[in-house]
């Protein structure tokens, strides 16, 4: 598991709407850093990698899915560097990665839906 439910919920302290509303605007606009990262990696854009690997970062530290938050960090990191010649075997790891979050999101969702 990516995410740590007991962990997201104790940060919200217990607010479940803030925590909907959190979800919500992940769910929205979900796919746009992932497209922006993955378009910057097939592209070789150092700037935009580190750009949308580090806007990554901040979004699933949300979810305190903190394996991903470290994968999202070494490609910030790598980008920052100008070292990302070797990042395109990263992107079906990213989509896969991105894809059991997104499922994970949603079952956090429906378990704390009023």
């Given at each position: 598991m990516?995410i740590?439910?007991?962990?997201?919920?104790?940060?919200?302290?217990g607010d479940e709407d803030?925590?909907?509303?959190?979800?919500?605007?992940?769910?929205?606009q979900?796919?746009?850093?992932?497209?922006?990262?993955?378009?910057?990696?097939?592209?070789k854009n150092s700037?935009?990698?580190t750009i949308?690997?580090?806007?990554?970062?901040?979004v699933v530290?949300?979810?305190?899915?903190e394996?991903?938050?470290k994968f999202?960090?070494?490609i910030?990191?790598?980008?920052?560097?100008?070292?990302i010649?070797?990042?395109?075997?990263?992107?079906?790891?990213?989509?896969s990665m991105?894809k059991?979050?997104?499922?994970?999101v949603?079952?956090?969702?429906?378990?704390i839906r009023?």
């Open positions: 990516l740590n439910p007991d962990e997201i919920k104790e940060h919200f302290d803030i925590l909907l509303e959190v979800i919500e605007i992940f769910l929205e979900k796919d746009i850093e992932v497209k922006k990262l993955i378009q910057g990696i097939k592209s700037s935009e990698i949308s690997a580090h806007t990554l970062k901040g530290s949300n979810f305190y899915a394996d991903l938050r999202f960090y070494e910030e990191q790598k980008g920052k560097a100008q070292n010649d070797n990042l395109e075997g990263e992107i079906i790891k990213i989509e991105f059991q979050l997104l499922e994970e949603e079952n956090l969702k429906s378990s009023k």
